[in-house]
């Protein structure tokens, strides 16, 4: 099983809904970071999440990281054409390195 | 402000051909990383580097080799490709455990291909 999932791995919404993205971690987190990936493209960093209870915001992007820090959710609001791409979530899992264990991503489609 | 630059974009290889994967970084940073994405995947850790001199294994390093002789570039070596080596491959670089609150800094991929 992955150490990382996310859910759903594909969402389709009509342009102005609200979406949630989760992202659920089988160890504890030491950060969670959230990217955008439009196809064909690299990785645009959204947001790092560190504390339990933390939540942070950029534009119509809100992410949120548990207190127990085992799972975030990336939320947005009024959804655009502009929000379509690929969310993936990266986890740090130890505080001795920073590598990133990623989930398998969710694309997300918006219907102008 | 290049950041990280990866070479090339895309490629073409034959079954049991041999390749370098180019990635330069210009922010002094520490570690750097080599991806891999799969279609309908997340990233797999292929290798990483915590400084000059020093590499490790991370998830999928099997088929692959990395040097880092410098703190700015990271190789990424592909022995023999396999048709299981297509992917789209990303160099990442960053300051280190936790210290970058603006993220780890990407390339913009290399999109390999064996036939």
């Known amino acids: 099983s992955q150490e990382l999932e996310q859910s759903p791995q594909s969402l389709i919404v009509q342009e102005g809904k609200n979406l949630t993205i989760n992202c659920t971690s089988s160890k504890t987190l030491y950060g969670l970071y959230w990217y955008k990936q439009k196809y064909g493209e690299g990785l645009i960093f959204l947001m790092m999440l560190q504390k339990g209870g933390e939540e942070k915001s950029h534009e119509k992007i809100t992410a949120k990281l548990d207190e127990k820090k085992q799972q975030s959710s990336l939320h947005i609001t009024a959804s655009q054409p502009s929000h379509a791409g690929i969310y993936l979530c990266?986890?740090?899992?130890?505080?001795?390195?920073?590598?990133?264990?990623f989930g398998q991503g969710t694309i997300l489609t918006v219907h102008p | 402000n290049a950041g990280v630059t990866q070479t090339p974009k895309f490629r073409i290889l034959k079954i049991g051909q041999s390749m370098t994967l180019q990635c330069t970084q210009d922010m002094n940073h520490n570690y750097m990383y080599w991806y891999r994405q799969d279609p309908g995947m997340g990233l797999k850790l292929i290798y990483y580097s915590v400084g000059a001199g020093i590499t490790d294994k991370g998830e999928v390093p099997n088929g692959y080799n990395v040097s880092r002789s410098t703190t700015e570039d990271f190789p990424l070596r592909l022995e023999l490709a396999a048709p299981s080596q297509t992917s789209v491959y990303f160099c990442a670089s960053s300051y280190g455990a936790l210290r970058a609150n603006y993220g780890y800094t990407f390339g913009s991929g290399t999109r390999l291909t064996v036939v």
């Open positions: 990266g986890a740090v899992h130890s505080t001795s390195y920073g590598k990133l264990t």
